[in-house]
């Protein structure tokens, strides 16, 4: 399992970037919370903003597809979308996963 990690300029976007996730089948879940970001931007300005963060929980096979989708959603020609490896997670879990994210 891979867990993948972005943002999204608001809630709203970010329910939309799920559902289009998971209807493609390219994750099992898609969790997200609206938070406050402060970042630079690419003038190096920094800025304090209302955003959305999002966990997805997907497969390895999977990341890049994730990849194409987030950029297309996200509106920045830049987004960040960090994967990070789960070593070890219940059995249950992964073999539900393995049925509803696509090969």
Known sequence: MVLIYTT???TGSAV???????NERLASAVNLWPMQSIRRT????????LGAGIF?????????????????FHG?????????????FNRDYREWMASVVKE
């Open 16 to 22: 939309k970037m799920g559902m289009e996730i998971l």
């Open 76 to 88: 920045t020609t830049m987004p960040y979308i960090g994967a990070i490896d789960i070593r070890r």
């Open 56 to 72: 997805i929980k997907t497969m390895e096979p999977r990341i890049a597809d994730i990849e194409e989708l987030v950029t297309k």
């Open 8 to 10: 999204c300029k608001d």
């Open 42 to 49: 690419h003038d190096k300005e920094i800025v304090s903003e």
